[in-house]
């Protein structure tokens, strides 16, 4: 079964900093495209950050460019996000998946997280 828990989110300041990890299992993980999106209360899910299962290359939303780094470690089946100067607006739920098709990284037919939240404080 496969399964991914996300953890490292919490209470920020603006400015500040975070590092989301998503643990896998089930799965061959280092075959897999793995993204991390995002929701807010009354607000559609959004895609944040993607990356293809060698880490060659990644995909950053306008919104996080240049704050945040995703990245993975093959060899500990984990996917990481690393959040730098924190906003309000990226106060959200956050949630990883994993696909074996980086273009289909979005889909509800992903596997999914239970998700962790980060809010950030002005």
């Known amino acids: 079964q496969v399964r991914l828990v996300e953890s490292g989110g919490g209470l920020a300041q603006a400015g500040g900093s975070l590092r989301l990890s998503c643990a896998a299992s089930?799965?061959?993980?280092?075959?897999?495209?793995m993204g991390w999106f995002r929701q807010a209360p009354g607000k559609e899910r959004e895609g944040v950050s993607y990356i293809t299962w060698t880490g060659a290359n990644t995909y950053y939303a306008d919104s996080v460019k240049g704050r945040f780094t995703i990245s993975r470690d093959n060899a500990k089946n984990t996917l990481y996000l690393q959040m730098n100067s924190l906003k309000p607006e990226d106060t959200a739920m956050y949630y990883c998946?994993?696909?074996?098709?980086?273009?289909?990284?979005?889909?509800?037919?992903?596997?999914w997280g239970q998700g962790t939240q980060v809010t950030v404080s002005s």
């Open positions: 089930g799965l061959p993980f280092d075959v897999l495209a």
């Open positions: 998946a994993a696909s074996i098709h980086y273009m289909e990284l979005g889909s509800p037919n992903n596997y």
